[in-house]
């Protein structure tokens, strides 16, 4: 085995471990979620694997965790296997989808990307997982499951995915702090603080009727369906609203960097003057000056050619002739002669 | 084997005096003796940047061309210019100021052999290493005798068509004199003229070494000629040229 597969199998299964312990652990001190699927936080760990180390070491860390989480939890280890595949893609898909920021995540593009596939990834394992149900297992009844298993097994592990794994990647330094992953950061922050707090007082304020009113869990589902929807929405017109700022920044460095290399042409620039706030401004005054500069190398160059030194050689031997042909010179000549032969 | 350097240019105003005074503090610093005579004798002016007074100065090179004195009694110590404690490495021969002294050598002359061997003398009393002339711009008799004489010439000129001219005239006519060694130094070239690009094409125009390119310095602007740049600027662009240029000249 080649080291590198080796290291993807040891750190999924070394992983796999402790996903399975906090599985265990998180079934028998339930947070407060769904009747059947607990809260589990510890679903960004096979995230947070599959992105750091490899989408493959997600995927066993994901699999082989939840096997080892239900076996030593008593459910039986292969019982529920469609659910060993739904956690082994969601530790796969994540980090294939920053697959190419596997260095660095520091743009909007590649954060979108890594928490568009976090969200992604619980969809389609869950969606596996259901499908995997219907054809082999029979455990889900429709469209009863749906509330009570499908949507929080999805919820849950999307929002703990969408909130935890960036923190973990921050931790670890896989996200790099610029202007661009600063201001996204700060804005997912806050749309997730007051969506979840909106929606955690709501919660709050009608548990005690939904224990004793069963029909107005629906309704409270209805709620955190669209308190998700808002942060899915919310966060992508946030990357469009940072992206939008950040986009000219870009452009403005590139176009800095290209006039520093010689090349005034600066056709990247053209969208972001066109702006009217302040980017615009900026861009505007930088093709100016981008301008500037290259009329004055056009003039320097001009100035350089035209750097000859024109001799006019008739009379400059008419000149020397006037002077080496006096008695003076020829006297200071021999002297001169004599006492550097001395 | 001490060195007589002239330097010359065709036409007033290159700097002449400025970098001869701060060529001569380069060497002194790097150990050397060095001299300078101003045989400008119509202006003379380098006495300024040496911070000499020219009431200290009773005797000078007119007293010596016409025999009142000997030449080791117009040799002056500048060394206090390198530094407060510093004696006996800087060494000037002024010429006089007053009218009187100019006219008189500008109407007699002097002879070419009488000046050499005052050069001699002051040479051997003084355990000169080098010995600076700064002339008179324009080739008449007195700075045909500079030239002459001279083991090294430096020529300055600056980048323009009056100068390329009259500095194609000088060349041919130090050539003619059988100068040992002639150096051309570009001065006043304008920061955004790149040295290296005038350098080869001056080369190339005159058929002789460029010993440097020197920017027209805002700083030497400001100091005018009261001061030595090299002295209070030795980190400056153009202190680093003066000293290629003292590396090419010497070598």
Redesign the interface.
Known sequence: MNPGAKKILLAGLAFAAVYGLLNNLSNIFLLPSAPIISLRPQIALPMAVGILVHPLAGFITGLAGNVIGDAISGFGAFKFWNWHIANGLMGFIPGLAVYRYIHRIDTVRAFGLLQGGIVLACAAGVGAAVVLDVLFIHLLTFPASFPSWILPAFLTDAVNGFILVPVILLLARRIRLTLETRTILMITGLLVVSILATAGAITWAVLDDLVSHSAMVENFYIAAVVSVLLLVAGFIAAIVFVRKVTDPLAGLARAAQAVEQGDYDLPGLAGVSARTDELGRLARIFEQMAGKVRERERTLQRQVDELKIIIDREKQAQDVSEIVETEYFRTLKDKARKFRER | MPKIIAIHSFRGGTGKSNTTANLACLLARQGRRVGVVDTDIQSPGIHVLFNLDPKDTPHTLNDFLWGKCDIGRAVYDVSRVLGPEEREKLFLIPSSIRTGDIARVLHYGYD??LL?EGYRKAIEQFALDYLFIDTHPG?N?ET??SI??ADILLILLR?D?QD??GT??TV??SR???V?RMFLIVNKVPA???GD??AA??TA?YACDVAGVLPHADEMMALGSSGLFCLTHPDAVLSRILEDILRRITA
């Open positions: 070419i052999n050499k080739l008799e045909l005798m002459a004489i980048p068509q390329y001219q194609a005239v041919e006519v003619q004199l059988e040992p955004a003229l790149p690009a005038l094409k001056v125009a």
